[in-house]
């Protein structure tokens, strides 16, 4: 099955600060998507994002489908940032995602 | 957000009993799921529905049942709960086409003791 690879596991930064979480893909992929999950364990949608660029105040993602794989931005960090982002990708015919392992975001003040 | 509502949110069960996990979507989304989340293990899908009565396996089956009897509603059961089956178990739905964003509710947290 398709495999997805986040990096980093793992990522400390000051508040303000800027940040590039990548999500490699070993497949041609029709859906990607990239989510946040809380301290609180609540997991939100950021962007479905199979192909392009798109934007959403501080965060903005872009995915590179012929060369696998997507860039999730995050700018000014703050705070309320930090968690654990998630991408998931489908692939064409597939009614399911697959998830990556997760990058973990923490933001200290 | 997406209005998924999981029920019960907190749950402690005995190995061996019935378990029934309960999903609740108020936005008429075709594709509902059932995911469960362990560390070092992420995000596995368990089972998913296309629509009413139709439901497929997902990676992580064995143990499990779903039930979609109204569009609204997507029922997970662990037939005989084990220790293994403890997790945090999450639902999820999307709208009528697979390029829609995929919307979770806020989890069901299981203990089997």
């Known amino acids: 099955g398709i495999q997805v690879e986040q990096s980093p596991p793992d990522l400390i930064l000051q508040e303000g600060a800027n940040s590039t979480l990548r999500c490699n893909f070993s497949?041609?992929?029709?859906?990607l998507q990239w989510f946040h999950q809380n301290p609180w364990g609540q997991l939100i949608n950021l962007f479905y994002i199979p192909s392009g660029t798109k934007q959403n105040g501080r965060l903005s993602a872009t995915t590179v489908a012929t060369e696998r794989y997507s860039l999730l931005y995050i700018s000014s960090s703050q705070t309320t940032d930090s968690g654990v982002y998630f991408c998931a990708v489908g692939i064409q015919g597939a009614q399911k995602l697959v998830f990556g392992q997760g990058t973990r975001l923490t933001i200290n003040p | 957000d997406a209005g998924i509502t999981q029920s019960p949110r907190h749950k402690v069960t005995e190995t061996g009993t019935p378990v029934t996990l309960r999903c609740h979507q108020t936005e008429n989304h075709r594709y509902m799921y059932w995911y469960r989340q362990d560390p070092g293990h992420g995000l596995r899908l368990i089972h998913y529905s296309y629509g009413v009565k139709d439901t497929d396996k997902g990676e992580v089956s064995d143990g499990y049942s779903v039930s979609r009897s109204k569009t609204e509603d997507f029922l997970l059961t662990l037939e005989s709960a084990t220790s293994s089956q403890t997790s945090v178990y999450f639902c999820a739905s999307q709208g009528q086409g697979l390029g829609s964003p995929l919307h979770f509710g806020n989890g069901t947290r299981l203990t089997v003791t």
């Open positions: 497949d041609s992929v029709n859906n």
